[in-house]
């Protein structure tokens, strides 16, 4: 029998909220995440599959009180200003926002109008999060991006010139990728003004193309993440989680909710959410998704309970990849003195250097920040 998401929040407790939007113009052919390639009419039937999903939200709890939104994807830029004003209007009616609510949209050059940033900025958008990965042709090419680098650059000009706060997404270990390439990317990403970067390592990811058939000549990642840290420093952004470097209190605020184990809303196929205990997940599947909705049962496809070594296990991890880490005093309280030395005992051993010297916490240095998955596996819950 489908276990049904009973999540209930607190009323007046604030949340976090994450939009999946399940399109993209073509599919990247490394890419996992859940999306397809829409035609007009499924673009408006998925909003008004999403105006049902959020029905069975506000059945469930009060009215949500947002402290971030994440509008994600999928390239949430493929809907149209008119779609999106109906996004908006949807959201403005089904949920409360906090005044220093720092709402996030993920934007990808080539499908990003100025129709849309000045409906954003008219709305209550803070940052928009855009899909540059590179601003070398080459690599653009070789991962089969729609958009070239002029596109990117002239993104960020317009997202600037909105007084809109940037964020940057960049990929390294790409096919014959070469450092000097990166290196020119991080400079006219920050020439542009970003104030945020998050950068990725190439993963060949089961079910996508690269998966089951790995491109040649891949780049490893090592020099390239060791250039980052190293260079990003020195122009001012401060590492603050394994993939994610920000102007001084720039940091995206939606994703320090996530790593610091905080409820959140999930909306869209694929979305997930958690209410601080029950983790649950829709289908990855739009047809399935509207169907199920239709029928006024929730999409969703899985839920589960995380509770005491395993949640604190997963707590655990989340925290280390931040630089503030796990708060020793806090852990002993939530979970007790035998867990807190579990955790130290997995982590006897290690080399020093793999740890930040910070008073009170167990938080990794950047040297740990590049070796952070041999980590996590001593951590087994
Ligand atoms: S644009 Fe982004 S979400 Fe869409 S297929 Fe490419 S990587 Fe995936």
């Known amino acids: 029998m489908r276990r049904r998401n009973n999540t209930r929040l607190e009323p007046t407790s604030p949340v976090s909220l994450y939009v999946h939007i399940p399109f993209c113009r073509s599919k990247c052919p490394y890419c996992a995440f859940y999306s397809v390639i829409p035609t ?21 709890s009060d009215r ?10 999928g390239t949430p830029t493929l809907l149209s ?25 993920e934007a990808n050059p080539g499908s990003l109008a100025r129709e849309h940033l000045a409906l954003w900025k008219d709305w209550r958008v803070s940052r928009v999060s855009l899909g540059v990965q590179s601003l070398q042709d080459e ?69 996508t193309p690269w998966g089951s058939h790995p491109p040649r000549d ?30 001084p209190r720039r940091w995206c605020r939606h994703n320090v909710a996530y790593w ?18 029950v983790r649950t997940g829709n289908v990855a599947d739009l047809e399935r998704y509207r169907w199920l909705i239709e029928k006024g049962i929730r999409p969703t496809l899985f839920s589960e309970r995380l509770e005491g070594k395993r949640r604190a296990f997963e707590l655990s991890v989340l925290a280390l990849r931040t630089r ?25 051993g290690l080399p020093p250097c793999l740890f930040r010297k910070a008073p009170g916490r167990i938080a990794l240095s950047k040297q740990g920040m590049r070796v952070g998955n041999t980590i996590w596996e001593r951590l087994v819950p």
Request: overall charge negative.
């Open 139 to 207: 690599d653009l090419l070789a991962m089969g991006r729609p958009h070239d680098s002029r596109q990117a650059l002239e993104s960020m000009a317009e997202i600037k010139g909105k007084g809109l706060s940037l964020s940057v997404d960049l990929l390294f270990g790409l096919p014959a990728q070469k450092l000097q390439g990166w290196s020119d990317t991080l400079r006219r990403v920050l020439d542009e003004g970003a104030e945020h970067l998050s950068i990725y390592e190439l993963t060949l990811e089961d079910g």
């Open 324 to 348: 503030w880490g796990i708060r020793i005093q806090e852990y002993r309280r939530l979970w007790g003195d035998q867990m807190l030395k579990d955790l130290q005992d997995s982590l006897e």
């Open 40 to 60: 007009p009419v499924e673009v408006t039937a998925f909003l008004e599959a999403l105006e049902g999903e959020i029905g069975f939200l506000s059945k469930s």
């Open 81 to 105: 200003p008119a779609d999106w004003e109906r996004l908006i209007t949807v959201l403005e009616s089904a949920f409360s926002f906090l005044p220093t609510a720092e709402v996030t949209v």
């Open 64 to 73: 949500p009180l947002l402290r971030t939104a994440y509008i994600g994807g």
């Open 218 to 247: 891949l780049a490893a990642g090592y020099p390239f993440y060791r250039w980052a840290q190293y260079y990003l420093e020195k122009k001012g952004l401060l590492q603050y989680e394994i993939a994610s470097f920000s102007k």
């Open 260 to 277: 610091s184990g905080a409820p959140f809303l999930g909306i869209g196929p694929s979305a997930w959410g958690y209410d601080g205990t």
